[in-house]
Each structure stands twice: as structure tokens, then as C-alpha cells.
């Protein structure tokens, strides 16, 4: 036999999620919706207060045009409202800058009596709920938003309009003055971008601040995480880090619920013990006593008090498997148990002509004692050398983190689909002419299961018996 060895690749870990059901998602984007609820709120009304302070300032500016329109206006001798001489941008025709004198007869639309020369020979329309305010309130100045001449009629302008009366004249005369507000909405857009990207800015500041601050804040939670995985894997006993006041507590009932645990595991496995041990001295009694008296009844009595040890030594076996799977922390490298085991099963069957070929990862661990590997392992592959004609495979690779498998095949005769339950009930043997008491399979798959792992049986490849042996698996 040649010695086959594989390095199996080490199992990456997978990443922890980012689901919904994480509580560090969860804290991360509350905070994080709730911070750029806010930011944009803020943002909000940042732009609306520019807005408001630039259109003021806006309206201010009209204001002084209005009460220098109002007061430079006179009426003649001849009852002519005179206008007001305003230099600048007034006398350049659509310039952006407009005045406006017009008569306002009683239910009537405004009469252009004057205007300025930017205006050159179109008017400033105002507007029928503005015309009611403006009657309803004489002498008090209104604001509205209107369309100039330039620009094909549709230059945006922001008007002051004040309805009074002048001496001398019945009528009451409206007075307009209107600027291009194209530069107030250019600045309040600008300001509104900018705010816009200073508050996207200052969001991704702060959901990163809240990312840390919650990586941080948890932490301790994640360390408590990774020292009970700890414990699970048997690489300690108890939590013995300092927790933080909220965590203490729940540290503290951890580590009370690891030691009822343990003493719930150590008083079974006494009890187990006590019992097995004091079976064993009366089924030596009834041994030696049936050997002294032959005859059939002493055979029964040999074959049956055999078969009662045998139980005592399997539930003993089983008692302490069960312990050991709670965390012992023993790990036990499976290529070199399979390297004794199949030595010493190679010296056993030199007679038949067996060969046995294995594959094993050098870094693949089993989380358990080196007796039970040797047991499960050595009981299977005892199994398939006894029925066998002359080749035995076997095969551990690992399935995952914590899991591996251990497969045996055979090339001898095989077991049927309904035969093959029965090889794992205790006791039973379907070739009676093979050495053994028939407790093999049974007690590999009790103790599997109490490893929490699992044995099946299948067709193998070269005819025979397939089995698999699934146990946890230690982390290199």
C-alpha cells in the first residue's frame, strides 16, 4: 500500500450579513434616514430663508423706485399728471428696468398715461387680484411677479405697484416699477445647488460617523459573539472578558447556564458510569460460573452475558461521547488516525491480499477525542475489509466549517436498498459465517449521532458498500 496524503484547501469564512434581520443595518440606517431627513429639511430651509432675504432686498430696491416714481409725479395746470425725470436704465429701450404712470377709472382697466423709455411702446400688465388688492388698499405698496417686453414677451420682471391719488387729479393713478429678476432666481438656484452639495457632503460625513459610532458602540457585542463561538468550539470554558454594565448581566447568565450545563453532563455521565460498572461485576459472576458448568444452558447463559457487556461497554462509549460532543475542545487530526488504522487493518488481513487506499487533508481536524475517531473510523473500515474481496477505498474531505465527511467503499458484494437499514440496528448480522458480534455499524452510528453527525449507507462505485460519515470538524 502507498500512502496517499491531499492538502485539502482551507474553507473561506463567509462574510457576515448585512440584512435586514442584522441589528448593525437596522441601527445604521435609522440613524442614517433620520440624519438625511434632516440635513434635507435643513437644506430646505436654508434655500427658502436666501429666497425670502434676497426677494426683500429685491422688493426693498422696487419700494424706492415706487415712492421716487410717487413723489417726483406732479399735475399740471391743465390737470396733466407730469412725470418724474429718472435717468440710468430707464432711457434704454428693454434694458430691464420699467416705469409705469397710468390712470385707473373706476371699474375700468389701467390708461398708460406715462412710461419710461424702456419700455418703448409696450406696458406693464397688472394683474385683476392684484388691481382688487391695490383698490381695496390705496396707498399701500404690493408686489407680484409679471412678464416684460424683452425676450419675446416673456422676461421675467418682479413689480411694486401703488394705487394714490394726486392733487389736482380725480382719478386715482397707479405707479409701477418693475426690475428683470433674472439675476435674484440665478442666485437663489445657486445657492440652492450649493446648500444642496454641502448637505450631501455633510450626509455621507454622517452616516460614516454613525457606521463607526455603531461598529463601535457594538463591539462588545461582537466580541461576546466570538468568545461563545469560542466556547462552542471548545476552545474555552466560560466568557471571561470584561463586559460593559448593559452586558455584564447577560455575560454572567451565560456563563451560569455553561456550568448548570456541565454539571447536568458530569451527573449523567456519573450516573451512566455507576450503573455500567456495577452490571460488570455480576456479568463476570454469571461468566465464570457458566464456564465451570458446561452444557447448552451454559452456553446461552456465556452467549447472553457477552452480549449484556457488550451493551454495558457500548452505552458507556455512548455516555461519553455525548459528554465529549459538549464542547471538550480535543481536536484530532484525521490523517494520522487513518494512518494507524489502516496499518494495523493491512497486518490484520495480509492473508486476503487487502489494499486499502486513503486520502486525507493534512490540516483536516476532527472535533472530538482521538479514542472515538479511532473507534468510528476503525469500525467502518474493519466493516468493509471483512467483505471485501481485495480493495477498500477511503476518503475524508471536508463539506464545510465546521463538517466533514469520512467515505468508505468496498468492492465485495454490496447490500440491497432494504437491506441496508438493518446493518444499523444493534445486533444485527445478514452474513452469520463473519467474525464479529454485529455491533459495529450500530455503535458507529450511535456515536455519530452523538457527535451530532450522521451515517449512511449507499452503493459503492466499485459494487460494494458505500459508507458516509459525517462529523464536526475543528478549524485550523
Known amino acids: 500500500m502507498r500512502l496517499s496524503l491531499r492538502r485539502t484547501p482551507a474553507i473561506a469564512k463567509a462574510a457576515p450579513g448585512f440584512g435586514s434581520r442584522s441589528l448593525v443595518a437596522r441601527l445604521i440606517a435609522l ?57 440710468g436704465d430707464f432711457r434704454r429701450a428693454y434694458s430691464g428696468a420699467y416705469w409705469q404712470i397710468a390712470d385707473l377709472p373706476k371699474g375700468g382697466r389701467p390708461i398708460a398715461i406715462a412710461r419710461s423709455r424702456s419700455l418703448w411702446d409696450q406696458v406693464l400688465n397688472v394683474a385683476p387680484p392684484t388691481l382688487a388688492m391695490l383698490q381695496a388698499k390705496p396707498g399701500q405698496l404690493f408686489y407680484y411677479d409679471t412678464l416684460g417686453p424683452a425676450q419675446d414677451g416673456r422676461e421675467p420682471l418682479r413689480a411694486s405697484a401703488l394705487l394714490a391719488f394726486l392733487p389736482g387729479h380725480a382719478a386715482p393713478v397707479l405707479f409701477v416699477a418693475a426690475q428683470n429678476r433674472a439675476a435674484l432666481d440665478r442666485d437663489v438656484r445657486r445657492f440652492g445647488w450649493a446648500t444642496a452639495a454641502a448637505m450631501a457632503i ?3 460625513g454622517l452616516v460614516g460617523v454613525v457606521f463607526i459610532q455603531v461598529r463601535v458602540g457594538l463591539n462588545p ?47 449523567q455521565r456519573t450516573h451512566v458510569g455507576n450503573l455500567a460498572h456495577a452490571l460488570k461485576t455480576p456479568i463476570s459472576v454469571l461468566l465464570t460460573e457458566a464456564v465451570r458448568t458446561p452444557g447448552p444452558l451454559s452456553e446461552m447463559v456465556t452467549r447472553q452475558a457477552e452480549t449484556m457487556r457488550h451493551q ?32 494495523t487493518l493491512e497486518r490484520i488481513f495480509r492473508a486476503r491480499e487487502v489494499m486499502i487506499d486513503w486520502e486525507a487533508g493534512e490540516d483536516l481536524l476532527f472535533l472530538g477525542e ?10 467502518v473500515l474493519e466493516n468493509a475489509c471483512k467483505f471485501c474481496r481485495s480493495r477498500v477505498r477511503a476518503e475524508a474531505e471536508p463539506l464545510s466549517a465546521t463538517r466533514w465527511r469520512l467515505t468508505v467503499e468496498d468492492d465485495g458484494p454490496g447490500l440491497p436498498p432494504d437491506q441496508r437499514l438493518a446493518m444499523l440496528k444493534r445486533g444485527e448480522r445478514l ?27 449507499s452503493e459503492s462505485r466499485f459494487g460494494g458498500l458505500r459508507v458516509d460519515l459525517e462529523l464536526p470538524r475543528a478549524e485550523t
Open 431 to 457: 452474513d452469520e459465517n463473519a467474525p464479529g458480534s454485529g455491533l459495529g455499524l450500530s455503535i458507529v452510528d450511535e456515536l455519530a449521532r452523538a457527535y451530532g453527525g450522521s451515517l449512511t449507507l
Open 370 to 379: 482521538r479514542q472515538d475517531l479511532q473507534e468510528l473510523a476503525g469500525n
Open 312 to 343: 454495558v461497554e457500548h452505552h458507556l462509549r455512548r455516555a461519553r461521547a455525548a459528554a465529549r460532543s459538549q464542547g471538550s475542545g480535543e481536536r484530532t487530526p484525521v490523517a494520522e488516525v487513518l494512518d494507524e488504522i489502516v496499518r
Open 31 to 87: 440613524a442614517s434616514i433620520w440624519s438625511l431627513l434632516l440635513l434635507a429639511a435643513i437644506g430646505i430651509a436654508l434655500t427658502a430663508f436666501f429666497h425670502h432675504a434676497a426677494t426683500s432686498r429685491f422688493n426693498y430696491d422696487l419700494t424706492v423706485l415706487a415712492n421716487d416714481l410717487y413723489a417726483g409725479a406732479g399735475v399740471d395746470a391743465g390737470g396733466q399728471i407730469t412725470a418724474p425725470s429718472l435717468g
Open 202 to 204: 455633510l450626509g455621507v
Open 221 to 267: 457585542l461582537f466580541a461576546m459573539g466570538r468568545e461563545i463561538a469560542e466556547v462552542r468550539k471548545g476552545r474555552a470554558q466560560r466568557l471571561t472578558r470584561p463586559y460593559p454594565s448593559e452586558l455584564a448581566p447577560l455575560a454572567n447568565e451565560l456563563n451560569a447556564l455553561l456550568d448548570h450545563n456541565q454539571e447536568v453532563v458530569e451527573r
